[in-house]
């Protein structure tokens, strides 16, 4: 954990032009250099020998010759990149809440990386989109209303009891009754339940109702709320009654389609499991009701922001990608100033030990993740098929320093949703990450592809660009095994301060930082220097001739595999 009290950053010194390496490497330099000037007294020719494999080791292709940039890339200076957003967050934000959210600080957070990548001698380039605002205006009310208006009504607690869906509509609306679907008992036999997901659904709505819904997979929060607004609702209330969400709160996900134009005009709020008991009954069809929500949603530009090596085969592209946005509710040191802050160390330590890739790499620093994935996707869905051609892979690094931690290698070789070919390139993937933490000798857990985070721009059907991607953990529970495996506390959040105000430095583990840093650095290495890197990926007998490491499984460490976990919900 970062130490509290620690000063922030001030903004003065954003224009450091070179980042040093680790403190610890910086000894070891002290120490050589001591060595090279006794031999150059005695034995003069030594220099120029041991001069002659510095130079080597510098510009190498192989990565087991040179572990310069492994030893360079540690969390004291990531941590220096954090403080740094954390006072654009602080120092300039336009809200009482400070945040680096798209409509607040991500220009100025985006500035400041773009300013230490052109310090370090990389051009920069940005990718502009529209992208739909959600902004909160002011507190919501859910009330119950007595039959006789002398007899008083219930309000309840915004944030407990229920909650306002992001993009949910702006308004008030009063019903009599509440609408409900039919029961499944009512259906005619072999007839399904309804859903929510058809017009037919709602049409024995007579009048305009709000209407009460139960999430299920069937189909979005987007659909369903839009088939009832188009059936004359005037508000709509969703409710799980799953007991694995029991203890859980009321949900604020978005109702979104995936066009920017698709938002609901009227009131959406959720209820807590308990509530939603309650308000699912029969008894509760009569109820007198009033919502009131405050929001807006409007159109605003934002960007993507690149920079790329010099050397490297540009149809052997490798995009290294972390989204830099946070949520509105807090400046996301974590979440994810954490991955786009490694993302950048890598990138300024790469320039500075003028490191020359035999497969071009492109760092991306994607804007709108928290929106739904939006400037990744608005990126992937802008390719012709030459470049989608020319993409090899993408590697995400989505929070990186989660204080009650897991190290987390997503399962590339469960990745059903793909072709057999995009199963096998997944899985390469997984199994060079999986390595890196193999080579520190410290455990990791295999967690399922959820399509969360911006690999799941590249891994969608018709993108086909394998991905793999790393994380310390967000809103899933940590478990028992996991307890012992990691240490920290059972049956508690990753990161308690998810998409919260403290999300700060203060959130940050150091140590799982510099691991996951450690681990994301060695996976792109092993590809930045294959020669033949489609070979690699997608040819079992060239990986067989051509893989000479030891293998992963006589490595000491434990692994284990648990079952899907929510890590982001973005």
């Known amino acids: 954990m970062a130490e509290r009290g620690e000063e922030t950053t001030p903004l003065t010194s954003r224009k450091e032009k070179r980042r040093p390496p680790c403190s610890s490497t910086m000894m070891l ?7 090279l000037v006794v031999l150059a007294i005695v034995i003069p020719t030594v220099i120029v020998v041991t001069m002659k494999n510095k130079s080597a080791s510098k510009n190498s292709t192989d990565p087991d010759q040179d572990d310069d940039l492994i030893n360079s890339v540690c969390a004291e200076n990531i941590m220096t990149h954090l403080k740094a957003l954390q006072g654009i967050g602080d120092e300039n934000s336009n809200s009482d809440t400070p945040s680096r959210s798209v409509d607040d600080q991500y220009n100025a ?28 205006l002011g507190p919501a009310t859910f009330r119950m209303m007595a039959e006789q208006e002398d007899e008083g009504s219930e309000d309840f607690t915004e944030g407990y009891d229920f909650e306002v869906m992001r993009y949910s509509g702006n308004g008030t609306a009063y019903s009599e009754q509440l609408f409900m679907l039919k029961e499944e008992e009512n259906n005619k036999d072999g007839e399904l339940p309804p859903t929510g997901c058809s017009a037919v659904d709602f049409e024995e709505m007579n009048e305009p109702s709000i ?35 029991k203890t859980q709160g009321p949900s604020r996900s978005r109702v979104r389609g995936e066009r920017l134009n698709e938002t609901v005009g ?21 109820a007198r009701i009033m919502i009131e929500t405050s929001t807006s949603v409007t159109m605003s530009y934002t960007y993507n922001l690149f920079a790329e090596t010099r050397y490297g085969r540009g149809d052997r592209l490798i995009v290294v990608g972390s989204h830099l946005d946070s949520v509105q509710d807090g400046v996301g040191i974590n979440d994810n100033g954490s991955g ?51 993409h090899s892979l993408n590697l995400n690094f989505d929070m990186l320093g989660s204080p009650n931690y897991i190290r987390a290698v997503y399962n590339g070789s469960g990745f059903t949703e793909s072709t057999d070919d995009m199963k096998y390139a997944c899985t390469q993937i997984q199994k060079t990450l999986e ?3 193999a080579s520190q000798n410290v455990n990791y857990s295999i967690v399922p592809f959820t399509g969360r985070s911006d690999y799941g721009s590249f891994i969608e059907p018709g993108i086909d660009i394998p991905a793999g991607a790393l994380s310390s953990g967000g809103d899933g529970i940590k478990t028992t095994e996991e307890r012992a495996m990691y240490g920290g506390l059972a049956n508690a959040a990753f990161d308690t301060c998810y998409h919260q105000a403290c999300d700060t430095t203060d959130n940050i583990d150091q140590t799982v930082l510099g691991q996951m840093a450690n681990a994301a650095v060695y996976t792109l290495e092993k590809f930045m220097y294959v020669e033949d890197l489609k070979a690699f990926l997608y040819d079992d007998t060239y990986k067989a001739k051509n893989d000479k490491e030891e293998p992963v499984n006589s490595r000491k460490r434990r692994a284990v595999r648990r079952n899907p976990i929510h890590l982001f919900n973005p």
């Open 435 to 437: 390595k890196g933490f």
């Open 340 to 390: 786009s802050s490694t993302n950048l160390e890598i990138a300024l330590q790469m320039a500075r030990l003028k490191l020359k890739p035999v497969n071009k790499v492109r760092f991306a620093w994607w804007g709108a993740e928290e929106l739904g994935l939006l400037g990744s996707k608005h990126y992937t869905s802008s390719l012709s098929d030459k470049e989608r051609a020319n």
């Open 266 to 286: 009227i009131p959406v709020i959720s209820l807590s499991y308990r509530l939603g008991q309650q308000f699912s009954g029969k008894e509760m069809r009569k």
């Open 211 to 245: 209407v009460i819904l139960k999430y299920n997979t069937n189909c979005s929060y987007y659909e369903k709320a839009r088939q009832a607004e188009l059936a004359g609702a005037t508000a709509i209330i969703f409710f799980n009654d799953d007991e694995e969400y």
């Open 109 to 136: 957070s985006a500035s400041y990386v773009q300013e230490q990548l052109e310090a370090a001698g990389y051009k920069t380039w940005i990718q502009t989109f529209v992208v739909p605002v959600y902004r909160v």
């Open 29 to 35: 330099l002290i120490v050589i250099i001591a060595v």
